[in-house]
């Protein structure tokens, strides 16, 4: 904020106003305190003093009652301002928390699809060799279970990319979308290895 901006608020012109007809009244009390009533005075300036220091009385009068109706608005925006923070502090919490329980999701998604891809890995050849009969029987045998799994996590993967996107987690999105792309994937790769 500005040196400009904070000077010309209500409050802060209220209570320099407060401060001016303080400093004033000082002056002029002093002056009135200090003069000697007892000797030969100038009535007409005394007077003038008296109406300047009635004057400033009223005028810190004025302003203690401008500077408490300042304070009580200052107080209302602030609990207005609070109130609207509040509410945004409990969108947050429940945002934040959504945004947990769906990373979560794609976290435990991302485990079971770790696990698949090792379980799947047993059934690969080692570089430059064929599968075995054996191996080939093995993995033609568990290849609907693989399948059913499979199939099972992309549709999982696909129903969290799809509440990610309803819910505006664009991370969340592109994660799931390309964990559920590279499930299809392994899913082909699956099916050309019981082809050989």
């Known amino acids: 904020m500005s040196n400009k901006i904070k000077r010309d608020s209500p409050l802060v012109k209220c209570v320099l106003a407060l401060d ?3 400093t004033e009244l000082e002056r002029v009390g ?3 305190n200090s003069t000697d009533m007892t000797s030969d005075i100038d009535v007409e300036y005394i007077q003038k003093l008296m109406t300047r220091f009635t004057e400033c009385g009223q005028g810190i009068s ?3 009652s401008n500077l408490s109706r300042q304070l009580q608005e200052s107080q209302a925006r ?3 301002v609070a109130e609207g923070v509040s509410r945004q502090a409990e969108l947050f919490n429940i945002r934040r928390n ?3 329980e769906k ?3 794609f976290r435990v998604l991302g485990e079971k ?4 891809t090792a379980a799947i890995s047993r059934f690969r050849p080692a570089d430059g ?5 054996e191996d080939h029987a093995k993995l033609t045998s568990n290849v609907p279970g693989l399948e059913a799994q499979l199939v099972s996590l992309i549709e999982e993967l696909q129903n969290l990319r799809k509440s990610a996107r309803d819910s505006r987690m664009k991370g969340v999105e592109k994660n799931a979308e390309s964990l559920a792309q590279t499930l299809e994937a392994v899913r082909k790769k699956l099916g050309d290895l019981t082809k050989r």
Not at 113 to 116: C, T
């Open 129 to 133: 060799n064929h599968l075995t009969s």
């Open 62 to 64: 004025e302003e203690v």
């Open 30 to 32: 002093t002056k009135i």
């Open 98 to 100: 959504e945004q947990r």
């Open 113 to 116: 699809v770790r696990e698949l």
């Open 20 to 22: 001016g007809h303080l």
């Open 103 to 105: 990373l979560e999701q």
């Open 78 to 80: 602030a609990e207005a």
